[in-house]
């Protein structure tokens, strides 16, 4: 190692048997997840050049034009944000049959700004929950007092292309359709390094990630800040449970009840990352947490042929997950102190040539996504660029090691029954498993 | 009728009976006379109740405003300036004090000489008090219902200093017909039906479920959720109500506040309230300036003064100032050209970020420039200012009103030439 004066020199001394001791991780955990996906994306890509004039038949259109749409919008304290999200959903393409806002106990004049949208009828119906109960009581309650056939589930704090609703009730034309989600980008990546890192986690995770799990028919979470459902799936399955992580549980429950989920790639939102490194710890710390409870105790049953609820599809899906997450995540320590056992401060130039790896990886999975979606100008890619340096590392590196913590946090102590996600009179009550 | 007279011993008073009655006896010092003998001043006196229609009729005919009115019996209506007991000696003071008056004024049929003489006469202020028979809903007992519009003419006195006003009410008026009879309801606002009810919201905290409480059953010991069936026995430990919806009985609809809506009693035309302009009401009192103006034979057709002749003033004093002296002057004239979903939405919302622009505008100025109100926008003149001066104040009046004025009039600022500021003084 004492000849060698960089990582660069690393990767080009090591013959493959030693290349695969120290890379292992990369090798069997990483590199294929990336394969796979490029395989996918790019199968996709090519069936759709090959295919170019598949789209929806006079009859699907008709469909598609008959089904009433309701939008619920229930959000805390969102004064701010309301009338930005309104009027771009008065921008759409798609005719919106039905407004719903809810504001849960906010204290920042959100009612007196819903009311004003009321009077301007740009919103249909305001209700008020004079003390707050949560996100999950208050969409809840502006989608059980819903009356369209899709119900669409939206966040205060995004907004959304002119087509974007149009787009993501297409797949409702498929009558086993339960519930559609679309994409999300990050429109304040030059805010900080953090939220530059967070862009391109979500331009890979959504361009990639999202379209094997559609390609697998294993669309894992309908998020609550775009999300569409039939009405009649969300009533079977009960709407929200209280407790964070309510887009994932739900969607979940849905999958389960034999609906499918759909993911729309073209179909976007657009939302402010966390700028404070803090912030995304706290974040991604409660969304692992969840990931953790609702995974690994509500849905253990997917593990578990003998029981009645067990569907293929589902195991398939939490293996996915294992395989693809929960082992990288708690292998990576393992690695790292191995490695530091064995090669000491030679570790740093091992370190450096994963992130080399990492880097080559992340670059050609941004270049991918950013080619697929096609959604987003030269200046931003431009711009996201020199963040793609360090990003692979601080998504692979730094924040591994948070969700590792938080998965020992959730399932040595249930941290997550302390979340302050709803409030403590609720969360003391509610089913959490 | 046994009132005691303060007659001068010479002269006979004129009064016409209505309707006649040759049994009454009047008063010594008084003569009968008829509506059609030309004698005036006289007084007419009621000498029986009658109906609202008859006693308009008859005012029509005789056609003079400042003729007494009075009626032998009790009646508190505005047409008469007394009645019962003692008119007969009011009747007196009224027709010696109109007797004194210019030729000119009692001629006059200037709603203003009007009004200046009738308060002098009747030696009353004009008190403004409810009337549900007027379509405005307020009166004014010392006109005698004579004017139609008595306010208008009362405000262009005020505006000349014969009059000095205190505020007496707001009321809503409907847009339709100007009327203040209106029906306030709370309303449904999806079909305005006022047909709601209010119902609670119950939030079941186990299960998350929030919806009305009328889709919980009830049953014994306390409400069933719906989705999950679990019983909710105890407020704050199983459940809470944290609000309340107005549900429409007849389109179902769902809200958490009912809607305001104004019928009007009129006209019967329906209203949002945020549609609904409101009108100032005064009580007026007669000042010093008002008597001499009276006196000295009334206002005659002299409009009153304008606000905008003072801009007009000042404008013109700028041009013949810059064309002696060049001492530039800058025009800018505003137009309040932005968002018709607010104007058409809620007009006093419109009218009240107008009047917050003024405010800032006002603010953002010297002391030295002069603003005003023109058609659907603003003037404003700022002397001794070039055009390089004028681009930082129009910058800071944008920075001010994008501070304050949260909702966007959409003002637009242009900077006048020359030329078109000596065609703004044309206009004006």
Redesign the interface.
């Known amino acids: 190692m004492d000849a060698l004066h960089g990582p660069a020199d690393v990767l080009g001394a090591l013959d493959w048997h030693t290349s695969l001791a120290m890379f292992w991780f990369m090798v069997l955990l990483e590199i294929p997840r990336f394969t796979f996906a490029f395989l996918v994306v790019a199968g996709q890509k090519l069936a759709q050049a090959l295919r170019p004039g598949s789209g929806q038949s006079m009859a699907d259109e008709l469909l598609l034009e008959s089904l009433k749409v309701s939008i619920v919008v229930a959000g805390h304290n969102e004064a701010h944000a309301m009338r930005a999200c309104i009027r771009s959903l008065r921008e759409q393409t798609r005719r919106i049959d039905e407004i719903i806002c809810v504001?849960d106990?906010s204290t920042d004049g959100m009612?007196e700004v819903?009311?004003?949208l009321?009077?301007?009828?740009?919103i249909?119906?305001?209700?008020?929950?004079?003390?707050?109960?949560?996100k999950?009581?208050?969409a809840?309650?502006g989608m059980?007092?819903a009356s369209g056939d899709i119900i669409v589930n939206l966040d205060a704090d995004c907004s959304y292309d002119r087509d974007a609703i149009e787009l993501l009730i297409a797949p409702f034309v498929d009558p086993n359709v339960g519930a559609t989600c679309g994409s999300i980008g990050i429109r304040n990546h030059t805010a900080s390094v953090v939220a530059s890192y967070q862009a391109i986690e979500y331009i890979i995770s959504i361009g990639l990630g999202k379209r094997v799990q559609e390609f697998l028919n294993i669309v894992t979470c309908a998020s609550g800040a775009f999300g569409a459902f039939r009405r009649e799936c969300f009533h079977q399955i009960?709407?929200?449970?209280?407790a964070s992580g309510?887009d994932f549980d739900m969607t979940m429950r849905i999958r389960r009840a034999g609906w499918s989920v759909r993911f729309v790639a073209d179909a976007w939102c657009f939302t402010d990352a966390l700028p404070t490194f803090g912030g995304l710890v706290r974040q991604r710390r409660r969304w692992d947490r969840d990931t953790v409870r609702i995974r690994l105790r509500k849905f253990r049953s997917s593990f578990l042929p003998t029981k009645g609820s067990w569907r293929s599809l589902e195991t398939v899906e939490q293996l996915e997950f294992i395989i693809m997450t929960l082992l990288p995540t708690l292998v990576f320590p393992l690695y790292l102190g191995g490695m530091l056992l064995f090669l000491g401060s030679g570790l740093f130039f091992i370190i450096g040539a994963v992130a080399l790896v990492y880097i080559f990886l992340e670059l050609c999975a941004f270049l991918l996504a950013v080619f697929i979606s096609g959604r987003f100008p030269a200046r931003t890619v431009l711009e996201l660029l020199p963040f793609l340096l360090t990003s692979g590392l601080f998504n692979g590196g730094v924040m591994r090691l948070v969700r590792l913590y938080a998965y020992f946090e959730e399932w040595v102590f249930r941290t997550s029954k302390d979340d302050r996600y709803s409030p403590s009179?609720?969360q003391?009550?509610?089913?959490i498993y | 009728m046994n009132t005691v007279l303060r007659l001068r011993p010479t002269e006979k008073f004129r009064c016409v009976l209505f309707p006649r009655d040759d049994n009454i006896t009047i008063p010594d010092g008084w003569t009968k006379s008829g509506i059609d003998s030309g004698d005036w001043p006289f007084t007419i006196v009621m000498t029986t109740p009658l109906a609202d229609p008859l006693i308009d009729r008859l005012l029509k005919r005789v056609n003079d405003p400042l003729v007494p009115l009075i009626s032998l019996l009790p009646d508190d209506r505005d047409w008469f300036d007394a009645s019962g007991p003692g008119c007969w000696e009011q009747a007196l003071a009224i027709t010696e004090r109109l007797e004194k008056l210019p030729e000119q004024i009692r001629n006059s049929a200037n709603p203003e000489d009007i009004i200046l003489a009738r308060l002098h006469s009747r030696d009353a202020d004009m008190t403004a008090s409810y009337n549900t028979t007027q379509p405005g809903m307020v009166s004014y007992a010392a006109l005698g219902g004579r004017l139609d519009a008595p306010a208008e003419a009362a405000n262009k006195l005020v505006q000349r200093d014969c009059l000095s006003r205190s505020f007496f009410d707001r009321l809503h008026i409907c847009p339709q017909c100007r009327g203040s009879a209106l029906n306030v309801r709370e309303e449904c606002h999806a079909c305005r039906s006022p047909q709601i009810d209010e119902q609670a919201i119950v939030h079941h905290f186990r299960c998350g479920y929030e919806g009305l409480e009328k889709t919980f059953k009830r049953s014994d010991g306390g409400l069933q959720c719906p989705q999950c069936n679990d019983m909710l026995r105890h407020i704050g430990l199983d459940y809470d109500k944290p609000g309340s919806a107005i549900e429409c009985q007849s389109c179902n609809s769902i809200n958490d506040t009912p809607a305001i809506g104004f019928v009007c009693m009129g006209c019967r035309a329906w209203h949002d309230a945020a549609q609904m302009p409101v009108r100032d009401w005064f009580s007026y009192k007669m000042t010093p300036a008002g008597t001499r103006t009276l006196l000295a034979g009334g206002v005659g057709e002299l409009a009153p003064p304008d606000r905008s002749d003072t801009f007009k003033l000042i404008l013109q004093q700028a041009l013949q100032h810059e064309t002696a002296f060049q001492t530039p002057f800058q025009v800018l004239r505003g137009v309040f050209a932005g968002d018709a979903a607010t104007q058409t939405h809620n007009l006093r919302l419109a009218s009240r970020t107008e009047d917050l622009v003024m405010d800032v505008l006002r603010s953002a100025l010297r002391p030295v420039d002069t603003v005003t109100r023109h058609d659907n926008g603003v003037l404003i003149l700022l002397p001794h200012m070039d055009r390089e001066g004028i681009e930082p104040v129009i910058a800071e009046i944008e920075q001010r009103m994008s501070e304050v004025v949260r909702t966007d009039p959409g003002l637009r600022l242009d900077i006048l030439s020359r030329r078109e500021a000596e065609q703004l003084l044309e206009e004006l």
Do not use: F, S, T
Request: hydrophobic share 40%; with cysteine; charged share 25%.
């Open positions: 504001d106990g009612r819903l009311a004003q009321r009077a301007e009828g740009l249909d119906i305001a209700l008020c929950n004079q003390d707050r109960c949560g999950v009581a208050g809840n309650l059980m007092l009960g709407g929200n449970e209280p309510e009179r609720v003391r009550i509610a089913a």
